[in-house]
């Protein structure tokens, strides 16, 4: 462990995007296109209109995929094995796998990695980097996660479940406790993941993507791409004047 620890480049801030293939709620989800441009797309220009990450690795099993990556600016060093390509592999492995791949090729690890989710497309410029800099003013947290306190639903301090016939609270003994005022229970935060930030060293030293110790950089809500219901919705929203700086960069990087 000394060894790899030893080859941390300090401050320095890389992208990770991971892109399998085998989606089965959408076909091909992650290079399926949304206003002429596929979905992993959006998530390699704005790592890469990011001041502040000086790299953009994708991982990915497929090496279409990784053309097309490759296409709009990211860098594809390695593919993912399929062992770890599947619908019930977990972030930690291609976490892990991109780590020990980039330490093997390069010899070199970032101290930062942004994780950005393809699925998660539509981020306003400027907070990844306002997220690194919460991140880096903050050294003592092991990660940092966007979240949102949502307003539009019940708190889940309310929710209930199903046992057999019977209803139970999700967090008190007494179904009563989740009967209270809204204003009771402490405020809810759900994940956007729009921005996540992890460090290499808690990566490696407690076999964990987020420690124990997470920062909260609170973001508006963002929709994640799970079904053709949300993708097209995603795509509505692209007219908007925010998310105008992914679609000029997109276009130059086809002119390029």
């Given at each position: 462990?000394?060894?790899?620890?030893?080859t941390?480049?300090?401050?320095?801030?890389?992208?990770?995007?991971?892109?399998?293939?085998?989606s089965?709620?959408?076909?091909?989800?992650?290079?399926k296109?949304?206003?002429?441009?596929?979905?992993?797309?959006?998530?390699?220009?704005?790592?890469?209109?990011?001041?502040?990450?000086?790299?953009?690795?994708v991982?990915?099993?497929?090496?279409?995929?990784?053309?097309?990556?490759?296409?709009?600016?990211?860098?594809?060093?390695?593919?993912?094995?399929?062992?770890?390509?599947?619908?019930?592999?977990?972030?930690?492995?291609?976490?892990?796998?991109?780590?020990?791949?980039?330490?093997?090729?390069?010899?070199?690890?970032?101290?930062?990695?942004?994780h950005?989710?393809?699925?998660?497309?539509?981020?306003?410029?400027?907070?990844?980097?306002?997220?690194?800099?919460?991140?880096?003013?903050?050294p003592?947290?092991?990660?940092?996660?966007?979240?949102?306190?949502?307003?539009?639903?019940?708190?889940?301090?309310?929710?209930?479940?199903?046992?057999?016939?019977?209803?139970?609270?999700?967090?008190?003994?007494k179904?009563d406790?989740?009967?209270?005022?809204?204003?009771?229970?402490?405020s809810?935060?759900?994940?956007?993941?729009?921005?996540?930030?992890?460090?290499?060293?808690?990566?490696?030293?407690?076999?964990?993507?987020?420690?124990?110790?997470?920062l909260?950089?609170?973001?508006?809500?963002?929709?994640?791409?799970?079904?053709?219901?949300?993708?097209?919705?995603?795509?509505?929203?692209?007219?908007?004047?925010?998310?105008?700086?992914?679609?000029?960069?997109?276009?130059?990087?086809?002119?390029?």
């Amino acid at each position: 462990m000394n060894e790899i620890m030893d080859t941390i480049e300090k401050g320095s801030v890389y992208a990770i995007i991971p892109a399998r293939s085998g989606s089965k709620g959408i076909v091909n989800k992650n290079i399926k296109e949304m206003a002429g441009y596929p979905l992993i797309a959006y998530s390699v220009a704005a790592a890469k209109m990011s001041k502040r990450i000086s790299r953009t690795i994708v991982s990915t099993n497929s090496e279409v995929y990784a053309d097309v990556a490759k296409k709009y600016g990211a860098e594809v060093p390695f593919l993912r094995p399929e062992e770890i390509s599947g619908d019930k592999s977990v972030d930690i492995e291609f976490m892990q796998h991109a780590i020990m791949k980039m330490y093997e090729l390069e010899g070199i690890i970032p101290e930062y990695w942004v994780h950005l989710r393809t699925t998660t497309p539509l981020r306003e410029d400027g907070i990844i980097d306002c997220a690194i800099h919460m991140f880096e003013q903050n050294p003592e947290y092991t990660s940092l996660l966007s979240v949102n306190e949502p307003t539009d639903i019940l708190t889940p301090y309310k929710w209930l479940k199903k046992e057999g016939d019977e209803l139970k609270s999700l967090f008190f003994d007494k179904v009563d406790d989740a009967n209270l005022p809204r204003q009771s229970y402490p405020s809810a935060f759900i994940r956007t993941d729009i921005v996540d930030i992890l460090r290499f060293d808690t990566i490696l030293k407690t076999n964990t993507m987020y420690g124990n110790k997470v920062l909260a950089c609170v973001t508006d809500y963002a929709y994640d791409i799970d079904d053709e219901k949300s993708f097209a919705k995603c795509n509505s929203l692209l007219c908007n004047e925010k998310y105008q700086y992914l679609l000029t960069y997109l276009r130059k990087s086809i002119e390029m």
